[in-house]
């Protein structure tokens, strides 16, 4: 009966976690806006929550062929470094997101697309941790008996 009450809590935590990850390759992306020849970095959230509520890796969209260790696709730009245990782990498991503005730097960075999916994914956070918030009340407050 526990695991029933926890089972949500386990789903929207791992949730939370892909959220904050993708906040902060958002970020990165926004960071490196100005950067030529910058490719915006992304993963589909989707799958990878998919992924880590069915097993212990998580597959994102794979990158293009090519790309340095650290995930840049030049030595001048800011590496996108992943957080010690993170649920995305290895960086070369970002995908690249779709050029849908030609820049003649060849940055494929939309700050537009990237401030719209900066907000949603803001919101989303949020969501899920009012969410856990109002499942831990209502636990704590069965275990209390009121």
């Known amino acids: 009966m526990f695991s ?3 089972n949500a809590l386990d789903f929207q935590s ?3 976690v892909l959220r904050a990850e ?12 100005d950067t030529p020849g910058y490719s915006g970095r992304d993963f589909d959230f989707k799958k990878a929550m998919a992924e880590a509520t069915s097993g212990p890796t998580i597959a994102l969209a794979s990158p293009s062929s090519g790309t340095p260790a650290d ?5 001048r730009h800011i590496p996108l470094t992943p957080i010690q245990g993170s649920a995305i782990g290895d960086n070369n498991k970002l995908g690249y997101t779709l050029q849908t503005q ?8 939309d700050l537009d697309r990237e401030r719209a999916n900066f907000v949603d994914n803001s919101v989303r956070y949020e969501a899920t941790l009012r969410f856990i918030n ?3 009340r209502t636990i704590l407050s ?5």
């Open 142 to 146: 069965a275990i209390q008996g009121q």
């Open 102 to 109: 030609p820049a003649m730097d060849g940055n494929s960075v």
């Open 71 to 75: 995930g840049t696709t030049n030595q």
């Open 22 to 33: 993708r906040q902060r390759v958002i970020a990165s992306n926004i960071a490196n806006a």
């Open 4 to 6: 029933n009450l926890t």
């Open 14 to 16: 791992k949730g939370l």
């Open 134 to 136: 109002g499942s831990s």
